[in-house]
């Protein structure tokens, strides 16, 4: 007897061509995405008397591109009536449309202090991503737009900087190589550099489409994650900090690691705290008003995960971070996104006391402290 389907999340729900107004003056656009888990991203168009705000336009290509111009004539307007983008985080579902609308319209970009892409190539390698999760992402977006220009990618396998777990991960600046290989010409019309012209940082405040809304910097998810707060009106644009049926992915940071699963707690916190919020808009999935109930849900999620890897850091003894990656997610999701999560979790145990780790032969190895 086949096995019973699981529910489809949300945030799994394929695209529509629907325009849906979630709040007065704002409309949700949904723009296709093939990456795992994922079948579309919000992209929300906020307008005022000059026209609209788009935070969020999807990923680059043409692809994208299109169902961007569609959706946006199937709102009664075009591109060219776009005078700002926001973009909410540095993954380039988020993040990878919005180089094109700076060109096409003069639109101003805005986003966090801390945001950083992984292709930018005016800062000679110095905007890159530090998450290693946005490595995939970044190879994802890589084989759509090859698809999108009807082009076969030859994707030789780069290993690139060590993970801080230990091993090799390919690394954005060499998926942005493998895309100039690829697509060549192709790739100057569409890879474009987001370019921010207005960076906010926290409690920093901006109107946009008629409102004015308050800078959330919110690290967890990415080091860089922004959330826009309306509070006369209840509105909170989450991007990808708090999704209404799956958590969003916390990436094990590289360099000076921190404690990204502690950073995320606490901004998790932060928004939860938020009095009146009414209305939440989500990068992916549908609008919700539970913001407390669902950042208490999501926190939850992470405390089992952290007594998944307490048991399992026992029963296994001394254990690498892909051992431990593979008692917690099934092997449908093994890989370096897994890993990275793992690693988080693993050094948030470290940090509070509860495990230990050393390197053996470049691999972290962790172990529980009786």
Not at 72 to 85: D, F, N, P, S, Y
């Amino acid at each position: 007897m086949a096995a019973p389907t699981r529910p489809r999340k949300q945030e799994q729900e394929d695209a529509t061509t629907e325009i849906t107004e979630v709040a007065p003056g704002i409309l949700r656009l949904q723009l296709p995405i093939n990456f795992s888990g994922l079948g579309h991203v919000n992209c929300y168009a906020l307008e005022d008397r000059d026209g609209f705000t788009l935070v969020d336009p999807g990923l680059p290509g043409p692809q994208n591109w299109k169902s961007l111009l569609d959706r946006l004539k199937r709102a009664g307007t075009g591109v060219e009536h776009v005078h700002g983008v926001v973009v909410t985080h540095s993954h380039p579902d988020h993040f990878g449309g919005a180089g094109k609308v700076r060109v096409e319209s003069g639109a101003k970009v805005i986003s966090s202090t801390t945001f950083r892409t992984w292709f930018d190539p005016a800062t000679e390698g110095d905007d890159v991503v530090e998450e290693p999760g946005a490595a995939g992402e970044a190879a994802e977006a890589v084989r759509q737009e090859a698809e999108d220009a009807g082009v076969t990618p030859k994707m030789p396998k780069f290993t690139g900087r060590e993970t801080p777990w230990g091993g090799k991960h390919p690394t954005p600046p060499l998926s942005f190589r493998i895309k100039m290989k690829v697509l060549g010409p192709v790739r100057k019309r569409w890879m474009l550099p987001p370019k921010p012209t207005v960076r906010l940082a926290d409690a920093d405040t901006i109107t946009l489409g008629g409102r004015e809304w308050v800078a959330l910097h919110t690290p967890g998810h990415t080091s860089d994650h922004l959330c826009l707060y309306d509070a006369d009106s209840g509105v909170l644009l989450s991007g990808d900090h708090v999704l209404p049926t799956i958590t969003p992915h916390i990436a094990g940071h590289s360099g000076d690691a921190g404690d990204p699963l502690a950073d995320f707690f606490d901004s998790l916190d932060k928004v939860a705290a938020l009095e009146g919020v009414t209305n939440v808009l989500p990068a992916h999935g549908h609008p919700f008003t539970d913001l407390a109930g669902r950042c208490d849900a999501i926190k939850e999620h992470h405390r089992e995960r952290l007594d998944l890897l307490r048991a399992a850091s026992k029963g296994l003894g001394e254990a690498t971070v892909e051992d431990l990656s593979h008692e917690l997610f099934r092997p449908r999701s093994w890989g370096p996104m897994a890993d990275s999560e793992t690693y988080a979790h693993l050094e948030h145990l470290r940090l509070a006391g509860e495990v230990e780790s050393r390197r053996v032969d470049g691999l972290l190895r962790y172990r529980s402290i009786d």
